[in-house]
């Protein structure tokens, strides 16, 4: 079964980017590997999904390896706001019985003026 | 914009009681999802759909039911609550199977006494 481990927290200063990488072994080799922002008492907001390589949005940008066992978020130039817990969510496919969404542990980013 | 909405933001029940969370989506979409979030355990999925009256279990279904009778509406149910079950309790909705953008709706904060 595939498993995700992200770094628990990390502090940033305003205007730096920011990068937070989840490790992911044994994913589905066929799937995206989606990235969410949850503020507190609010559900996950979608940030950004990939397959390969590397997407950008008008908010992030999503690295992803050729292996596949890991993926990078990056923020660029983060504010006060950006200030959330962030969590990867990767799918396992492979063997028998239904399919498993798995949730990584969440980084808590504090953003520091 | 996808909108998820659940019943309630906060919900008082006692052991024992027959509790429902409902969660609607407007943007047409097979999958819907039941998470619960907890403290140092991040989400974990309880139950997931791909379609009208199916069903597949997630990761924790043991204590819950759910309901799927028209493609928008996406019931939890909690037979007999317990103190245990005590939770966040966040709906999402996804176009597509796999890791895919899933959109949450707010979250249902549930205290069993």
């Known amino acids: 079964l595939a498993k995700t481990t992200q770094p628990i927290s990390m502090d940033s200063y305003e205007g730096q980017e920011v990068n937070i990488t989840c490790s992911h072994n044994n994913i589905a080799t066929n799937d995206y590997i989606t990235w969410y922002q949850q503020f507190p008492s609010q559900g996950p907001r979608f940030i950004i999904q990939?397959?390969?390589t590397k997407v950008t949005n008008e908010v992030a940008s999503l690295f992803i390896p050729a292996d596949r066992k890991s993926s990078t978020l990056s923020l660029p130039r983060v504010s006060l706001s950006d200030t959330a817990v962030y969590y990867c969510?990767?799918?396992?496919?492979?063997?028998?019985?239904?399919?498993?969404?798995?949730f990584g542990t969440g980084t808590r980013l504090k953003v520091l003026a | 914009d996808v909108k998820v909405t659940q019943s309630s933001r906060y919900l008082v029940k006692r052991t024992g009681e027959k509790v429902f969370l409902e969660c609607v989506q407007d943007m047409d979409h097979e999958n819907m999802f039941w998470y619960r979030q907890d403290p140092g355990l991040g989400l974990r999925l309880i139950y997931f759909s791909y379609d009208v009256k199916m069903k597949e279990k997630g990761d924790i279904p043991e204590g819950y039911s759910v309901s799927r009778e028209k493609k928008e509406r996406f019931s939890l149910i909690l037979e007999s609550a317990s103190t245990n079950q005590t939770s966040m309790y966040l709906c999402a909705s996804s176009l597509r199977q796999g890791a895919y953008e899933q959109y949450f709706g707010p979250g249902t904060r549930l205290t069993v006494t």
């Open positions: 990939g397959y390969k």
């Open positions: 969510l990767v799918g396992d496919g492979r063997g028998a019985g239904t399919y498993k969404y798995i």
